[in-house]
């Protein structure tokens, strides 16, 4: 038999350096870039970057980076360029004809993961409706693309420019009936929170692919899915544990990620219920990463827009057993940075004391390490509300 397998389109990673970043700093945000292409099905290739004061308001990139691109696009027979940072719909039109290459700029390629990965029918319907509102002002003759409902990202030949309207239309009525469709699943959604009774609720959040929901699973004891990829985890999922006769609730939902499309965030407020109206945070932290200071601010960042910046929040370290240091020289008498500080010298640092009154605790989900001090933390902490809501319940803590 023949093999009818789709071949992975190949691609390039295109980003800008602005302002005061690193070329470090633009290479770690390249190498997720290419972490959510490989997530995304996509085969990355070369890395090209530009350092600008500001983005091209035409084509995003200068007229040499540009001729440089397309020369080794057609060459080479790239199928694919991704852009780190978001096109305006202008600024694709105009790379669209100059390289006749799809182009997927940052948020493009999420929403394509989120599509990929949505599996009950809310996620469905919320990512259905963050692709709309994505493509509506976007519409061009290669806006097929975002129809991919399996592997590959083959294109066919679009709309014309006189069917651009008709489209417009059609699309404006698809986002009426998701927006009616998730109205009525919030609904659902709502009664179904309200109906697990008087118990604390906890809620992990942190940033895409830190061990959430191998946590989830440590804590709760059962079996979420749980996955070396970004967004493993789209759905929410909410399990009763008790600890020490004490029940309480958890939940894992969606991981956060620098520029999260805002259409996303907007889509998925209903699901990131479960954080809004959570008790108590379990932030989980990779600090294994050599980016996961930058990873707490975007998760605080998403937390705040979300409207969720004011709960009780116990900072949790996972990966403590994949961390590592470069340890200085005797001699070097240079300032140590974070790179040079062993996992102690961390804990002593304002993570663990920083004047917030955060709890912080240091782990490994995977080896399993220090989680029974997590557990007890988080029935000290759950207790502790417990008490103060239902001063008259007669649980036996």
């Known amino acids: 038999m023949f093999d009818t397998a789709p071949v992975a389109e190949r691609a390039i990673l295109v980003g800008l350096i602005l302002g005061s970043q690193s070329d470090k700093q633009v290479q770690d945000y390249m190498d997720e870039?290419?972490?959510?292409?490989?997530?995304?099905?996509?085969?990355?290739?070369?890395?090209?970057?530009?350092?600008?004061?500001?983005?091209?308001?035409?084509?995003?990139?200068?007229?040499?980076?540009?001729?440089?691109?397309?020369?080794?696009?057609?060459?080479?027979?790239?199928?694919?360029?991704?852009?780190?940072?978001?096109?305006?719909?202008?600024?694709?039109r105009n790379l669209e004809k100059i390289f006749e290459r799809k182009i997927y700029d940052r948020s493009l390629l999420i929403l394509d993961i989120f599509h990929q990965r949505a599996q009950t029918a809310q996620a469905r319907v919320q990512v259905e409706l963050a692709r709309y509102q994505y493509l509506l002002p976007r519409l061009t003759n290669m806006w097929s693309h975002l129809e991919r409902q399996r592997g590959g990202t083959g294109t066919r030949g679009g709309a014309g420019e006189k069917e651009i309207e008709t489209d417009r239309r059609i699309i404006r009525d698809k986002i009426a009936l998701l927006k009616q469709q998730l109205k009525t699943i919030d609904k659902q959604m709502t009664t179904q929170r309200k109906s697990r009774g008087q118990m604390i609720r906890v809620a992990l959040v942190g940033y895409t692919n830190v061990g959430k929901s191998t946590l989830m699973n440590?804590?709760?004891?059962?079996?979420?899915?749980?996955?070396?990829?970004?967004?493993?985890?789209?759905?929410?999922?909410?399990?009763?544990?008790?600890?020490?006769?004490?029940?309480f609730l958890i939940s894992d939902t969606v991981g956060f990620i620098r520029k999260l499309p805002h259409q996303l965030v907007e889509s998925f407020k209903s699901t990131?219920?479960?954080?809004?109206?959570?008790?108590?945070?379990?932030?989980?932290?990779?600090?294994?990463?050599?980016?996961?200071?930058?990873?707490?601010?975007?998760?605080?960042?998403?937390?705040?827009?979300?409207?969720?910046?004011?709960?009780?929040?116990?900072?949790?370290?996972?990966?403590?057993?994949?961390?590592?240091?470069?340890?200085?020289?005797?001699?070097?008498?240079?300032?140590?940075?974070?790179?040079?500080?062993?996992?102690?010298?961390?804990k002593r640092t304002w993570m663990s004391n920083d004047g917030k009154g955060l709890d912080t605790i240091f782990i490994s989900a995977t080896e399993r390490q220090n989680v029974e001090a997590l557990r007890d933390l988080l029935y000290d902490r759950v207790k502790e509300l417990h008490v103060d809501r239902y001063p008259y319940d007669q649980l036996l803590y």
């Open 272 to 346: 990131l219920d479960e954080v809004r109206e959570a008790d108590i945070l379990l932030h989980v932290v990779d600090i294994s990463h050599p980016d996961f200071e930058d990873h707490i601010k975007v998760v605080n960042s998403t937390l705040a827009e979300i409207g969720a910046s004011d709960k009780p929040v116990i900072m949790v370290f996972n990966k403590i057993d994949a961390y590592s240091y470069v340890k200085k020289d005797e001699d070097d008498l240079t300032a140590a940075t974070r790179e040079n500080m062993t996992l102690e010298d961390l």
């Open 218 to 247: 440590l804590i709760s004891k059962s079996e979420v899915f749980a996955e070396d990829k970004l967004f493993a985890t789209l759905d929410t999922t909410v399990r009763k544990v008790v600890i020490q006769n004490l029940p």
């Open 33 to 92: 870039l290419a972490f959510l292409m490989e997530t995304a099905g996509l085969v990355p290739g070369r890395r090209f970057t530009q350092r600008l004061a500001k983005p091209d308001i035409r084509t995003f990139l200068g007229s040499g980076k540009i001729d440089e691109i397309d020369a080794y696009v057609k060459a080479e027979n790239i199928d694919v360029i991704v852009f780190d940072d978001d096109l305006s719909p202008s600024q694709l």
